[in-house]
C-alpha cells in the first residue's frame, strides 16, 4: 500500500489564482479529510467526507471547496488564492470516522505570494 | 469541545524514560484521549489512545487518571528518532456533530539529547 499520497509537495501560487491540492488513498478508506498548520501550530480542519458523495466543513472552510467522486480521491481546491492560505495542507483518511487511527499524508507546502 | 492543556516544551535523554502530560479537565463521557505525534516535516502519526483503562501498545503506553482529568504519555526508552511534536487530543465518539474529528492543540515540542 502507498498509503496517503499527496501532490504537489511544493506550489507557489500568485493571489488569485486557482489550484486543486490532490490526495489519494489506496487503503478503501471511507473517512478522508483536510487540514491546514500554519507555522507553530496545530492542524485545523478544512474539510471532510464520511464516503463518495458526501462532504462536509470542518473549522476552517472558507475560500476552499472539496468533492469526493470515489473513495480512492479528496482533492482540495483553492478557488482564489488569498496570502492567508499560506500554510502546509495534509490529507488524512481512516476506514471510518470512528476508527483508532487516522493516517496522514506528508503534506503539500503551499505559498501564496 | 473539550479542551487539552500540555506543556509547549519537554526534554529527555536518549534510552531514558519520557513521561508526557496532557490535562483535560472537562473532559466528558464519550470522549477518547488520543496521542499523535508529529516529526519533522511530516504528517501526524497515531501514536495511542485510551478511554478510562491504561493502554500499551509498542510504541509508547498510556496512563489515565481514576477521574480521567489527566493523561500521561510515556514512552519507555526515548530515542532520538522520537524527537517529535506530541499533540493530546479527545475525540467525541458518541457519534454526534463533532465524530472522527481530531481537533490539534500546539502539542508539546520533545527534545531527546544524545
Known amino acids: 500500500n502507498a498509503g496517503v499520497t499527496q501532490t504537489p509537495k511544493f506550489q507557489v501560487l500568485k493571489t488569485g489564482q486557482s489550484m486543486t491540492l490532490q490526495c489519494a488513498q489506496d487503503?478503501?478508506?471511507?473517512?478522508m479529510s483536510w487540514y491546514r498548520q500554519d507555522p507553530g501550530m496545530g492542524l485545523r480542519l478544512i474539510h471532510y467526507s464520511v464516503g463518495a458523495g458526501i462532504t462536509d466543513q470542518g473549522e476552517v472552510p472558507n475560500g476552499y471547496n472539496v468533492s469526493r467522486s470515489t473513495t480512492e480521491d479528496f482533492p482540495l481546491r483553492l478557488l482564489s488564492a488569498a496570502p492567508s492560505q499560506t500554510s502546509v495542507y495534509f490529507c488524512?483518511?481512516?476506514?471510518?470516522?470512528?476508527?483508532?487511527?487516522?493516517?496522514f499524508g506528508p503534506g503539500t507546502r503551499l505559498t501564496v505570494t | 469541545d473539550a479542551k487539552t492543556t500540555q506543556p509547549n516544551s519537554m526534554e529527555s535523554n536518549e534510552e531514558e524514560p519520557v513521561h508526557l502530560p496532557c490535562n483535560h479537565s472537562t473532559i466528558s463521557g464519550t470522549d477518547y484521549i488520543h496521542w499523535y505525534r508529529q516529526l519533522p516535516s511530516q504528517g501526524p502519526e497515531y501514536v495511542i489512545h485510551?478511554?478510562?483503562s491504561n493502554v500499551n501498545n509498542r510504541m509508547a503506553s498510556l496512563a489515565i487518571a481514576e477521574d480521567r482529568k489527566s493523561s500521561t504519555l510515556i514512552l519507555h526508552r526515548a530515542t532520538l528518532r522520537d524527537a517529535a511534536v506530541y499533540y493530546c487530543i479527545l475525540r467525541d465518539d458518541a457519534g454526534g456533530t463533532s465524530y472522527g474529528k481530531l481537533t490539534f492543540g500546539q502539542g508539546t515540542i520533545l527534545t531527546v539529547h544524545p
Open positions: 488524512a483518511s481512516s476506514y471510518s470516522p470512528g476508527s483508532n487511527e487516522q493516517y
Open positions: 487503503m478503501n478508506h471511507e473517512y
Open positions: 485510551g478511554l478510562t
